[in-house]
């Protein structure tokens, strides 16, 4: 039969108790920071596409318009009744802003605090 030798473990005092709790928090918040870092950034960012996206959607809508109509359209509910220009209305407000009766209206996007 072998013999069982038991090794007594270093006891573990409550100072270093102490510094591995500290160490474990200051990395649970590290980790946290990073991740809200992380969800800001990725949220900015769908933000602008989405921004983007609008843009593009309303300016093709209004190059169709102007296509089949002759004329570029002066309201943004206008496309959205006729060319079916869709966004979510309680995110962003779309302005159209109709400069000559001939040029391409400046589409600017803001977002609702």
Do not use: W
């Not at 270093?10 to 591995?20: E, L, N, S």
């Not at 609008?54 to 509910?77: H, K």
């Amino acid at each position: 039969m072998r013999d069982v030798i038991y090794h007594d473990r270093p006891r573990v005092t409550a100072a270093q108790r102490a510094r591995r709790l500290i160490a474990l928090l200051v990395a649970a918040v590290v980790v946290l920071l990073l991740c809200v870092i992380l969800f800001t950034r990725l949220d900015l960012d769908m933000n602008r596409q989405a921004v983007e996206s609008i843009r593009q959607n309303v300016t093709d809508a209004c190059v169709q318009c102007y296509a089949i109509e002759g004329t570029y359209p002066v309201s943004i509910s206008y496309l959205e009744q006729n060319y079916g220009v869709r966004y979510d209305g309680a995110k962003y407000i779309v302005t159209l802003d109709a400069g000559e009766k001939n040029e391409l209206p400046a589409v600017e996007i803001t977002m609702k605090k």
